[in-house]
């Protein structure tokens, strides 16, 4: 009689190793059309910026977060120069960045803009003439 | 006995395994924020694709990004949107734009008025973070290429004068923009069913909706897509990695597939490859331009 005592246990072990390799690959690749919270960067909608920060790069603390029903407001000094300036955006789409007090950003220009990170990550986009072009976001179904 | 209990013992790590999988399918969202280089490079594609896009001369425009590697299917491009001009450039020989130009330069010695950006609008259908539904939305061009691409390229076909007109009707239309969209979210949806729609699949049936008024629903524009002889891309996907998709995320399905085709690993649906040439066959646009 021909033993069969170990084929069911090898296929459904392999079936086993097979879908948690296949788990972990899927989980490793994001789906081609999902969106991501690098397309929800917050975008300031008004910025009066150290002029020295505008063209190059350099640091500024955020001296103040004022939130309101309009947007949040941060106040934010030149770590260089201590020029202060201001960057606002609307609603609460900066919140999520979860910026306090005293946070040291990394404001970098690039051709659309000034980018503004913390410990290398994008918080927010300031964009230029032609960053304001380029940028947008609106939900249009539920 | 000990074969009984080995074979109880596996079931039973199996269902955990399983429980522990399915809780997580459709958390897929990445919530890190991006990184200061891939921004730059995804504004400064942008920027290159909306230069590319105005010197087009095209008011819509069907464009495709490389969201994801799926070359082992031999496919270049992942997600489908439709781009539409929302300014108006100014006559020539205003002066109207000083900033956001191209710059001015002289021809023939003579000055010439720099050339004002356009404004593009992308409208589209995204998947919601891994989960079985999707949304459509209206977004920048940066915005599109900040979602993380596996290339940092783009590829549009312009579509004829007639076809652009029929889309910018829909695309500055928020009701009959979402005409044919679906919220059950697959990646593999079949494009005769309806059960599901892909982000493909709802440009594609939009783009029929927008062409024939007779299309009204999503069934009529699959049947004018038949009609207008549209070819679906087949892709070969056998069962252990069918299986293996369906645990463990939300977003894929395969019970829309009819049986025959599905169980020969004969997945069809909508790429953009399939679209391009479909689109090109039929003179609604012309061909692919890259932008790198």
């Known amino acids: 009689m021909k033993p069969a005592s170990k084929f069911p246990t090898r296929q459904a072990t392999l079936a086993l190793v097979a879908a948690l390799v296949m788990n972990t690959a899927a989980h490793a690749e ?8 690098a397309s929800m960067v917050p975008v300031a909608i008004s910025v009066a910026l150290p002029v020295v920060l505008v063209g190059g790069v350099g640091s500024i603390v955020v001296t103040s977060v004022q939130a309101s029903a309009e947007g949040t407001v941060w106040v934010v000094e030149s770590v260089a120069d201590g020029v202060k300036g201001s960057v606002c955006f609307a609603g609460r789409a900066v919140e999520a ?31 230029n003439e032609i960053g304001r072009s380029l940028s947008y976001n609106e939900r249009v179904s539920r | 006995m000990i074969r009984a209990r080995l074979l109880l013992r596996l079931l039973v790590g199996a269902i955990a395994i399983a429980t522990a999988v399915t809780a997580t399918a459709g958390q897929t969202c990445d919530n890190t924020p991006p990184d200061t280089v891939s921004v730059a490079r995804a504004m400064g594609l942008a920027e290159r694709v909306q230069r590319s896009l105005d010197a087009s001369g095209a008011q819509v425009v069907i464009i495709a990004r490389a969201g994801q590697d799926l070359t082992k299917y031999g496919l270049n491009w992942s997600h489908l949107a439709f781009a539409y001009r929302v300014d108006t450039p100014p006559p020539y020989g205003s002066n109207a734009t000083i900033l956001g130009t191209y710059g001015t330069g002289t021809a023939a010695g003579l000055p010439y008025p720099a050339t004002p950006r356009g404004t593009w609008r992308i409208a589209h259908k995204l998947n919601q973070c891994g989960t079985a539904q999707a949304a459509i939305y209206r977004q920048g061009l940066a915005e599109f290429f900040l979602d993380t691409p596996f290339r940092y390229e783009a590829a549009y076909v312009v579509p004829n004068l007639e076809v652009q007109a029929a889309l910018l009707q829909v695309l500055t239309d928020d009701q009959r923009l979402v005409q044919w969209h679906t919220p059950a979210y697959s990646v593999v949806a079949y494009p005769w069913s309806t059960r599901y729609q892909q982000s493909n699949q709802w440009a594609l049936e939009t783009l029929a909706g927008s062409l024939e008024p007779a299309a009204s629903t999503r069934e009529r524009a699959q049947a004018w897509l038949q009609l207008h002889d549209y070819q679906p891309t087949v892709l070969h996907i056998d069962a252990l990695t069918r299986l293996g998709g369906r645990m463990t ?22 790429t953009v490859e399939s679209m391009f040439s479909w689109m090109q066959r039929t003179q609604i646009a012309g061909m692919p331009t890259v932008v790198r």
């Open chain 1, 97 to 127: 960045a979860g910026i306090a007090v005293g946070t040291v950003l990394v404001a970098t220009a690039v051709s659309t803009g000034t980018v503004l990170s913390n410990a290398g990550r994008v918080v927010a986009f300031i964009p």
């Open chain 2, 249 to 270: 995320r939300a977003n894929v399905a395969f019970d829309d597939h009819p049986n025959a085709k599905r169980f020969s690993d004969h997945i069809e649906t909508v």
């Open chain 1, 30 to 37: 994001r789906s081609a059309s999902e969106v991501s919270q």
